[in-house]
C-alpha cells in the first residue's frame, strides 16, 4: 500500500511537468481490452487510483487522473489522462502505441520522444566570465556556446524542445541557470564546460550526474527557491511545509535514481564518437547539479588546456561531432531507459 502511494504520488509529481499532447489517431479503449490482447497481469489498487502491469518483463504505471505512464523507469505522457468511469478504466487513443510500441523509435527526424517536455542546455560561463583559459588563448565560453548550440539543434531536429540559457556571449548567474530547469514542462538539464588544468598532459571529456546532497545543499536558498516552484505546478496543499519537503525529496530521489543512466549513455556515446576507451561517467555536487530537481548532467568536453585537445575543440567538425555523440547518448538513454 504505501509502495502504491509512492507510485501514485511520484506519478503525480511526474505529471505536473508534462503538458499533454494532442489527441493521437484511433479510439479510446479500456485498459482491460489491453490487459487481454497483450495477455498481461494487470493490478488495480482502488485506493490509490494505481494500475500496475507486467508486460515482457517490464513494469507499467499508471494513474487515473494523470497522462503520464511510467514503463520500467521511462516516463511517458499519454495525450489525455486516463480516466475511470463506470468501474472502467479508460485510456487515451495513443496510449496503445505509446506504452506497447512494435518498433524502435529512430534518432532524429520526426517526433521521436512523445514522453518528453523540454531539456534545458546550459552553455556553461559567457560574458563578463570566460571560464578557463586555454592553450592559445581559448576561451572555454566560446567552445561551450558552439557546442550548446549544435546540441540544442540536434535536438530539435529530433523533436525535442529546447531552451537554452543563452544563446550569445552573455553573462547568467548560476542561480538563474536552475530556475530556467525549474519553468513547467523542463525534464532534462543539461550542462557544457570545457575543463582546464595546470597540466598540459592531462585531456579528455567527463561526464557528471548529480550526486547524493549533503544537509547543508538540502537547505541551500537556490534548491529551496526551486523547490517552492515545483510545488507551486503542482495540485497539492500549499500550507503544509512537511508535504512540500517530501515532494521535493521524491523528486530529487527520482533524480537521482535516472540521472546515471543518462550520464553513462552521454558518457558512451562520446567514448565512441571520439574514440576514447575511458568513458565512465562521474559524481558530483556542482551547484547547478544540486539545485536543480530535474535530472541533469554536466558534460566538461575535453581540456581546452592540452594542446592537442585545444586544437581539435577550434575545429567545427570536431565541435560537431561532440555535438552529435551528446545527442545520441540522450535520446538513446531516453529511449531505451528514460525517466
Ligand atoms: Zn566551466
Redesign the pocket.
Known sequence: MLRFLWIGLLLLVSGCATVPRGPGAGQETTLESLCGKYAMACAWDGVTQTITMEHNGRRIQALVGSNIVMVGSTKLAVSAPLKRRQGVVIVPPDFERLVFPTEAVPFAGGRAFHGLGKIVVDA??GGKDP??IGFGGLK?KDI?LDIAVRIARNLRDAGIDVVMTRDKDEFITLPDRTIAASQPGVDLFVSV??NATKSRRVQGFDVYASGPLNTEDKVEPQRVQNGKKLCGQLKMRQDLAELKEIVIGMAYTQKLKTTPYLAEAVARGLAQELRQGEHASKMARYFVLRNTLVPAILIEVGFITNPHEAAQLKDGAYRQKIADAVTKGLTRCMHAQGF
Request: aromatic share 0%; charged share 10%.
Open positions: 556553461g560561463h571560464g578557463a572555454e561551450n564546460h570545457s
